[in-house]
């Protein structure tokens, strides 16, 4: 009977072996598959890259000149961003709010695209980095409405943020007064 276990153990350790090798032959097959794969996206991507000098050349004359104004946004959002970032860093943990992770709203990941030359590149980090502030900003602009007023307005908003519909509805005193201390507990990521 012992004897028997352990040539089935032994069997079993040798089965699970074999489906490790196979697994393993397998895991590298896809691999090598993907390489290849990844390879001929980038080749493909490539040929959709406009060169500089051509890119400069096509651009119209009113476009380049107007692009030294839209720069100019570098200031505004940088102040923005760094005010913003004290402002939260101060105040948030007196008031029990949790701070926002400028993280979660600075994405900057189409700078590898191989598709893109080095203007394009920068339109889109500078694209990236505006549109980034702006929701941070944003965020936490909502979570401070959130714990100060949050109440609707009597007009629709175009764009409400996504905390606003938990907000009272406005004129309602009643549920402002029962619910302020519940509703500056509740910030559940949205």
């Known amino acids: 009977m012992k004897q028997h276990l ?3 153990l032994a069997r ?3 089965l699970q072996e074999e489906v490790e090798e196979e697994y393993r032959a397998r895991r590298e097959e896809f691999e090598q598959k993907r390489l290849e794969l990844a390879e001929e996206l980038l080749r493909q991507q490539r040929r959709y890259k406009i060169g500089l000098f ?3 050349r096509r651009t119209r004359l009113l476009v380049a000149l107007t692009a030294p104004v839209i720069y100019l946004g570098w200031m505004p959002f940088l102040l923005m961003d760094l005010f913003v970032t004290l402002y939260q860093a101060i105040c948030f ?3 029990g709010i949790p701070k926002v992770r400028r993280s979660d709203y600075l994405v900057f990941d189409r700078e590898g695209l191989p598709y893109l030359n080095i ?3 920068f339109n889109c980090f500078y694209c990236s980095y505006g549109n980034g502030v702006a929701a941070y900003t944003r965020e936490v602009a909502a979570r ?5 007023c949050p ?3 009597a007009r629709r908003l175009k764009a409400a943020h996504e905390r606003y519909p938990q907000f009272f509805d406005y004129g309602d005193a009643e549920a402002f007064r029962q619910g302020l201390a519940r509703l500056r507990r509740q910030y559940e990521e949205k």
């Open 144 to 148: 401070t409405e959130q714990y100060w």
């Open 119 to 121: 203007i394009e590149k």
């Open 93 to 95: 943990p007196i008031y």
């Open 151 to 153: 109440i609707k307005h």
């Open 6 to 8: 352990e040539d089935l």
């Open 12 to 14: 079993i350790r040798a």
């Open 54 to 56: 051509r890119f400069l």
